[in-house]
C-alpha cells in the first residue's frame, strides 16, 4: 500500500510539473561545488535492520562539466536512519548527464555504510520542481550480493 502511494505520488507531481515555466529554473552557477539533502524509502532486499527504512543522507558533493550537458562529479556525507544505531557514511562517484534544465540522468557507484557495508552501482535521476527542490529516483545493485532497491525521495539543495 504504501509502494503504491509513494509511487502514485512521485507519477502525479512528476506530470504536474511538466506544465511548469522551466525558463525559471535555469540558473548559472559560477562554483561547481554544492550540497545537497536527501531524504529517501529504500525498498528492495537489503538485509540493514529492516525491510524499510527511512534514511536521510546530506552530502557535499562536486562537479566537473566535461562537455555541455555532461558531468563527473562526487559526493560523500553522512547517513543517518530512524533509528540511532542506523548511522553511517556515504561517498559516490559518477557521471551525470542533463537532458533538460529541470532533468538528469546519470550512474553512480557508492559505498553506503549503514549498519553495514554495501558497494552500490546505481542508474539515478532527479526532476528539478524548483531551484531548491527535486524528486529522486535510484535503482541499485550490489557489486559483491545479489542486493538490489529502489530509492524513491526528495532532495534539498543549498
Known amino acids: 500500500m504504501v509502494k503504491s502511494l509513494v509511487i502514485a505520488l512521485a507519477s502525479g507531481l512528476a506530470f504536474s510539473a511538466q506544465a511548469a515555466d522551466w525558463s525559471l529554473l535555469q540558473h548559472?552557477?559560477?562554483?561547481?561545488?554544492?550540497?545537497?539533502?536527501?531524504?529517501?524509502?529504500?525498498?528492495?532486499?537489503?538485509?540493514?535492520?529492516?525491510?524499510?527504512?527511512?534514511?536521510?543522507?546530506?552530502n557535499t558533493g562536486y562537479q566537473y562539466p566535461v562537455e555541455d550537458n555532461v558531468s563527473l562529479y562526487m559526493e560523500a556525507g553522512p547517513a543517518i536512519g530512524v533509528h540511532s544505531d542506523q548511522a553511517g557514511f556515504n561517498i559516490s562517484s559518477g557521471v551525470r548527464y542533463q537532458l533538460s534544465p529541470s532533468l538528469n540522468i546519470g550512474s553512480q557507484v557508492k559505498?553506503?555504510?549503514?549498519?553495514?557495508?554495501?558497494?552500490?552501482?546505481?542508474?539515478?535521476?532527479?526532476?528539478?520542481?524548483?531551484?531548491?527542490?527535486?524528486?529522486?529516483?535510484?535503482?541499485?545493485?550490489?557489486?559483491?550480493?545479489?542486493?538490489?532497491?529502489?530509492?524513491?525521495?526528495?532532495?534539498?539543495?543549498?
Open 28 to 58: 548559472e552557477s559560477e562554483s561547481q561545488l554544492y550540497v545537497k539533502s536527501y531524504s529517501g524509502v529504500l525498498l528492495g532486499t537489503q538485509t540493514h535492520h529492516s525491510d524499510n527504512f527511512d534514511l536521510w543522507l546530506i
Open 111 to 158: 559505498q553506503l555504510e549503514v549498519s553495514k557495508a554495501s558497494t552500490l552501482v546505481e542508474l539515478n535521476s532527479s526532476l528539478l520542481l524548483t531551484p531548491k527542490l527535486a524528486l529522486t529516483a535510484n535503482y541499485g545493485l550490489s557489486a559483491f550480493s545479489t542486493e538490489h532497491f529502489l530509492t524513491l525521495g526528495v532532495g534539498f539543495n543549498f
